[in-house]
T-cell receptor, first 115, second 113 residues
Framework: DTGVSQDPRHKITKRGQNVTFRCDPI?????LYWYRQTLGQGPEFLTY????????KSRLLSDRFSAERPKGSFSTLEIQRTEQGDSAMYLC?????????????FGPGTRLTVT | GENVEQHPSTLSVQEGDSAVIKCTYS??????FPWYKQELGKGPQLIID?????GEKKDQRIAVTLNKTAKHFSLHITETQPEDSAVYFC????????????FGTGTRLQVTL
């Protein structure tokens, strides 16, 4: 399968714990996006990378959130000191630079539950 | 930022009937108008899009129409089938803004037999 993959698919954690999610984009896609989707809502933009550079962060991305894409390939999203309000689906998408705009391909998401 | 609303929030139709979902947006500079389908346990998938210089686009059973003056665009699905059951999102965009999508509130479509 050459689509966007995310790991893990589900994560249950206790409040206050740190969690890390991984996203593997489609090979050779320059851009990588993170979105958060709460139940019954549309995805909300969190941040995006072009190659290894993080070019934009949403106000939704508090200081407890950090994202990296160290070699311009896979990306990680870490949440420190999780809170119950962090419970959501975290979606990753990738795109090439071709097209106006480039089409974003989404992964299946990581569902986080904070108890 | 862009304010995006969809109506209705839920829609139930019988197999074979048509379904129409409307998306209203606030940013008059938006010039790209996609619709995404999200099935259970999956991420959104682009199903059709339209640009501001075109009023209508059709792809087999799905079509999108655009009214830039009124700032709304609609998804039309004809001859609905059970596999059309999903949540549909619009995400109007001003190209050149790094393509960060602002999704609508979503419409859950249920196609019954």
């Amino acid at each position: 399968d050459t689509g966007v993959s995310q790991d893990p698919r589900h994560k249950i954690t206790k409040r206050g714990q740190n969690v890390t999610f991984r996203c593997d984009p489609i090979s050779e896609h320059n851009r990588l996006y993170w979105y958060r989707q709460t139940l019954g809502q549309g995805p909300e933009f969190l941040t995006y990378f072009q190659n290894e550079a993080q070019l934009e962060k949403s106000r939704l991305l508090s200081d407890r959130f950090s994202a990296e894409r160290p070699k311009g390939s896979f990306s990680t999203l870490e949440i420190q000191r999780t809170e119950q309000g962090d419970s959501a689906m975290y979606l990753c998408a990738s795109s090439s630079l071709a097209g106006v705009p480039p089409e974003q391909y989404f992964g299946p998401g990581t569902r986080l539950t904070v108890t | 930022g862009e304010n995006v609303e969809q109506h209705p929030s839920t829609l139930s139709v019988q197999e074979g009937d048509s379904a129409v979902i409307k998306c209203t947006y606030s940013d008059s500079a938006s010039n790209y108008f996609p619709w995404y389908k999200q099935e259970l346990g999956k991420g959104p998938q682009l199903i059709i899009d339209i640009r501001s210089n075109v009023g209508e686009k059709k792809d087999q059973r799905i079509a999108v129409t655009l009214n830039k003056t009124a700032k709304h665009f609609s998804l039309h699905i004809t001859e609905t089938q059970p596999e059309d059951s999903a949540v549909y999102f619009c995400a109007p965009l001003r190209t050149g803004t790094a393509s960060k999508l602002t999704f609508g509130t979503g419409t859950r479509l249920q196609v019954t037999l």
